[in-house]
């Protein structure tokens, strides 16, 4: 006898991992943006995220094609190149109960779109912002990108003589709440990351080293995968526990640093022989600085700060979303109209 067919394992929204994935990808074989997009695809599952009450964001580049390819039952808003910012804004101002999450590229965020990026940031607004980073234009064949590295030839581009963009200091001098830094190729620190940033009250950024195979993947390159395999330096390992369900989790010995989330939600950050605090702004710019110079990939959760309302609450909006508030609330009367006008007889 055929042994029958084992039920997939659900979550705790009674969903299996089949029920978060989106269309198949046409990106190029290898790349790193499609490993992201499975890595959110884990963590909404593990999560137990309603896929109809995600929103997915994105503007204009082979990043912004991603959010076709996971959650394909939520909702999705893509825009024009660089406007993603103004856009999340709006909508999550008008449905702050959704989960916002934004994929963009380097290109997307650090050249036409750094302006909308900075004040993104500056009016904390609740979302989660990826950016996929290879340092190319890689739908527009393999220019350089703001965060190219200085000196780095490509055959068929020339030279790049200007210094990179580093979109992790941007974010925390522009006053992010959450920074983080990973490589597409660690699969367990992108999952992890990504649930600390979805359980995230504010503004949460992701910078994604995420190698473009077919422009930008020579070994010199920082956006390489042999580049990222051999310099990568994890902060810390981390662990992102949900408060709503209890995961053993079976550690080395060492040092373990407990920093709590808004919702009770727990990032654990294991010690490896660095002295650092993920709370220190100055700090974080130091190390993201300091490693420039030392060519080393650091990755992690490099700031963390919980103090900042979000936009919804510092304009005071009403806890219901503005577009649930029934009509009464929102359109004035006629009496209250013609008040109005009479004082300005």
Same mark, same amino acid.
């Given at each position: 006898m055929t042994a029958p067919a084992r039920p997939p394992a659900l979550n705790s929204a009674g969903l299996s991992k089949t029920d978060y994935k989106g269309l198949p990808s046409t990106l190029c074989p290898g790349c790193g943006h499609d490993s992201i997009s499975s890595r959110i695809i884990d963590a909404a599952f593990q999560l137990g995220l309603r896929p109809h009450s995600v929103m997915k964001l994105s503007g204009i580049g082979c990043s912004s094609k991603s959010p076709a390819y996971f959650l394909n039952a939520a909702h999705g808003i893509n825009t024009v190149h660089g406007r993603m910012p103004s856009v999340a804004t709006g909508a999550m101002l008008a449905q702050r109960w959704h989960t916002a999450i934004g994929v963009s590229g380097d290109g997307d965020t650090g050249s036409i779109g750094i302006g909308q990026f900075k004040h993104l940031v500056r009016r904390n607004v609740p979302m989660v912002y990826i950016i996929e980073n290879n340092g190319v234009?890689? =739908?527009?064949?393999?220019?350089?990108?703001?965060?190219?590295?200085?000196?780095?030839?490509? #055959?068929?581009?020339?030279?790049?003589?200007?210094?990179? &963009?580093?979109?992790?200091?941007?974010?925390?001098?522009?006053?992010?709440?959450?920074?983080?830094?990973?490589?597409?190729?660690?699969?367990?620190?992108?999952?992890? &990351? =990504?649930?600390?940033?979805?359980?995230?009250?504010? %503004?949460?950024?992701?910078d994604i080293v995420s190698p473009c195979?077919?422009?930008?993947?020579?070994?010199?390159?920082?956006?390489?995968?042999?580049?990222?395999?051999?310099?990568?330096?994890?902060?810390?390992?981390?662990?992102?526990?949900?408060?709503?369900?209890?995961? %053993?989790?079976?550690?080395?010995?060492?040092?373990?640093?407990?920093?709590? &989330?808004?919702?009770?939600?727990?990032?654990?950050?294991? #010690?490896?022989?660095?002295?650092?605090?993920?709370?220190?702004? =100055?700090?974080?710019?130091? &190390?993201?600085?300091?490693?420039?110079?030392?060519?080393? =990939?650091?990755?992690?959760?490099?700031y963390l700060d919980q103090r900042r309302p979000t936009l919804p609450e510092a304009l005071h909006l009403p806890e219901l979303p503005l577009a649930l508030l029934p009509e009464d609330l929102i359109r004035p009367s006629r009496e209250s109209l013609e008040g109005v006008m009479a004082g300005f007889a």
């Amino acid at each position: 006898m055929t042994a029958p067919a084992r039920p997939p394992a659900l979550n705790s929204a009674g969903l299996s991992k089949t029920d978060y994935k989106g269309l198949p990808s046409t990106l190029c074989p290898g790349c790193g943006h499609d490993s992201i997009s499975s890595r959110i695809i884990d963590a909404a599952f593990q999560l137990g995220l309603r896929p109809h009450s995600v929103m997915k964001l994105s503007g204009i580049g082979c990043s912004s094609k991603s959010p076709a390819y996971f959650l394909n039952a939520a909702h999705g808003i893509n825009t024009v190149h660089g406007r993603m910012p103004s856009v999340a804004t709006g909508a999550m101002l008008a449905q702050r109960w959704h989960t916002a999450i934004g994929v963009s590229g380097d290109g997307d965020t650090g050249s036409i779109g750094i302006g909308q990026f900075k004040h993104l940031v500056r009016r904390n607004v609740p979302m989660v912002y990826i950016i996929e980073n290879n340092g190319v234009y890689g =739908l527009t064949k393999g220019q350089f990108s703001a965060t190219a590295d200085e000196g780095q030839h490509l #055959k068929y581009i020339g030279t790049n003589e200007l210094p990179p &963009l580093d979109l992790c200091a941007e974010a925390i001098i522009a006053g992010a709440g959450f920074v983080a830094r990973s490589f597409a190729g660690d699969a367990k620190q992108v999952t992890e &990351l =990504l649930k600390a940033a979805i359980a995230f009250r504010g %503004m949460a950024v992701l910078d994604i080293v995420s190698p473009c195979v077919t422009f930008n993947n020579h070994d010199d390159s920082t956006k390489s995968y042999a580049y990222g395999k051999e310099h990568e330096v994890p902060l810390h390992d981390i662990t992102f526990i949900p408060d709503y369900a209890e995961i %053993m989790v079976d550690y080395d010995p060492g040092d373990v640093i407990s920093v709590q &989330l808004h919702d009770g939600a727990t990032v654990q950050l294991r #010690k490896l022989g660095r002295d650092y605090d993920p709370a220190s702004r =100055l700090g974080a710019l130091a &190390l993201l600085e300091n490693s420039k110079h030392t060519g080393e =990939l650091v990755t992690g959760l490099l700031y963390l700060d919980q103090r900042r309302p979000t936009l919804p609450e510092a304009l005071h909006l009403p806890e219901l979303p503005l577009a649930l508030l029934p009509e009464d609330l929102i359109r004035p009367s006629r009496e209250s109209l013609e008040g109005v006008m009479a004082g300005f007889a």
